[in-house]
């Protein structure tokens, strides 16, 4: 396990973060030398080639005992001055293949953009129709509570809060206050 974890830190590092810092001094420095460019331009395209190659083909070779190590020993043997694994594994591995397969492998990219702006579309519609529905579904929620809660508070207004007492019977004298008045006796 820690094993594990100091390969893929030295992957990290020897195998992207040390090429990346030397690409962007080749890149950075005032004459920059056509060869060192190309040389990195190489390395890492066949970075990338291997990671994509990495990813589809996970299943079957992650298992293998001391996998990690032997991608590390590849990276290493790609960007080592002495060795310069690049320009080998480039030219009679890669650009081969790639010159051959060039017209089905642009066609294909073509496709997939195509295909993958369609599909993007197509979520795009479903996602702001479905939206758009919800918001809808949510406002006539809120309307049918709001009349709930008003056609409720209409019923309180119009009752009374407290019960009255009956009326008091009418006076003789048709003031609804005579009961409180002061009564002389005869």
Same mark, same amino acid.
């Given at each position: 396990?820690?094993?594990?974890?100091?390969?893929?830190?030295l992957?990290?590092?020897?195998?992207?973060?040390?090429?990346?810092?030397?690409?962007?001094?080749?890149?950075?420095?005032?004459?920059?030398?056509?060869?060192?460019?190309?040389?990195?331009?190489?390395?890492?395209?066949?970075?990338?080639?291997?990671?994509?190659?990495?990813?589809?083909?996970?299943?079957?070779?992650s298992?293998?005992?001391?996998?990690?190590?032997?991608?590390?020993?590849?990276?290493?043997?790609?960007?080592?001055?002495?060795?310069?694994?690049?320009?080998?594994?480039?030219?009679?591995?890669?650009?081969?293949?790639?010159?051959?397969?060039?017209?089905?492998?642009?066609?294909?990219?073509?496709?997939?953009?195509?295909?993958?702006?369609?599909?993007?579309?197509?979520?795009?519609?479903?996602?702001?129709?479905?939206?758009?529905?919800?918001?809808f579904?949510?406002?006539?929620?809120?309307?049918?509570q709001?009349?709930?809660?008003?056609?409720?508070?209409?019923?309180?207004?119009?009752?009374?809060p #407290?019960?009255?007492?009956?009326?008091?019977?009418?006076?003789?004298?048709?003031?609804? #206050?005579?009961?409180?008045?002061?009564?002389?006796?005869?």
């Amino acid at each position: 396990m820690l094993g594990e974890f100091i390969t893929r830190g030295l992957v990290l590092v020897l195998g992207y973060a040390y090429p990346a810092f030397e690409c962007f001094r080749t890149v950075e420095k005032n004459r920059v030398e056509i060869e060192e460019l190309r040389f990195w331009c190489q390395y890492w395209i066949i970075v990338a080639v291997l990671t994509v190659l990495e990813r589809i083909g996970d299943i079957f070779i992650s298992w293998l005992p001391m996998y990690g190590e032997m991608k590390l020993a590849l990276f290493i043997y790609l960007w080592y001055p002495k060795t310069k694994g690049t320009g080998y594994v480039y030219e009679t591995l890669l650009r081969p293949y790639v010159v051959n397969h060039e017209p089905g492998i642009d066609r294909n990219f073509q496709e997939l953009r195509a295909r993958t702006w369609d599909l993007a579309l197509y979520y795009w519609q479903n996602c702001t129709n479905l939206g758009q529905s919800t918001f809808f579904q949510i406002i006539q929620y809120l309307a049918a509570q709001s009349g709930k809660f008003s056609k409720t508070n209409n019923e309180e207004k119009n009752k009374k809060p #407290y019960p009255t007492a009956a009326a008091p019977p009418p006076s003789p004298t048709g003031s609804p #206050y005579f009961h409180l008045m002061p009564h002389k006796r005869k």
